[in-house]
Each structure stands twice: as structure tokens, then as C-alpha cells.
């Protein structure tokens, strides 16, 4: 018996390592989708979020509204541009919609997706009140809806 518990044990494991090696192999396109939230904000450029985002079904000036906002936000106030930025981590929630943040798991009820992931970054800029250096750190967030990875935040 002890056999066949150890088997059965190792068949979960390895399932389980080749499920989070499959995902592992899918981060570098998330972060590199995240890198182009940078370009979506500095460029104002609806095409390219249209392209990675989550469908939301609004006319394009809602998405450009969107990406307006954002951009004073890392332009005008409280930052004075995007400068250096670097991807800091990966952080996979698998089962997304039991998740134990909250967050995640609402976020994937409201939006219907299976597996969630936050690429980490940072840039440097500088408060555009107090004029000093700073550094910003959050997180893209993606989720995985019916085989396709989208954004569903940029870069706030």
C-alpha cells in the first residue's frame, strides 16, 4: 500500500511541476506585455491596448478616456514620465477565483477568469509636487480567460 501512495504521490507532483513549468514558460510574454503597458501609456496607442487587454464591450473613446487618465497620471501628476523601467517578479494565482487574496479572487469572479498573474515592476520618475526622485513599484495584472492570457489593469 505504502507503494502505491508513493506513486500516486509522485504522478500529483510531477503533474503539478509540469503545470507550473508550462505556466513558468508563459511569464516572459506576460512581462513583456507588461513592458508594453509602457508603451500603451507613453504613446496613447488604443491599437496596441486593444490588443492586449481583457474585451470590455465600450466605444473606443471609453478605452482612450482610460488611457488618458493614465497617461497624466505617470506624465503629469503625480509622476513627470516613466523612466527605467524594470520587472521586479512573477506572482501566479492558479485557482483564481478560490483564491486566498481577495482581491485576486474577486477580480476573477467579476471577470470570469481561471488563473490570475501580477508581473511586478518598477520605474523611477519624479513627484511632479514635491520635484523629488521617486520610485514607483506595482503590478500588471493579467488573467487567463478561455485559453488566453489578458491585461486587465495598466499600469495603476
Known sequence: MKTKTTLVLALITGLASSAAFARDAEFPALQDNCKKAVDIVTNKDLALMKELFLPLDMPDSMYMAHIEKIHHWAFVKPYTG??????????????????????????????????????TYSFDSTDSRSGKATVRTSHCQFGLKEGKWYMYNLLK
Open 82 to 119: 516613466i523612466n527605467n523601467f524594470t520587472i521586479d517578479g512573477v506572482r501566479w494565482f492558479e485557482n483564481a477565483q478560490q483564491a486566498e487574496n481577495e482581491t485576486v479572487q474577486g477580480e476573477a469572479i467579476d471577470r470570469g477568469l481561471e488563473e490570475v498573474v501580477w508581473v
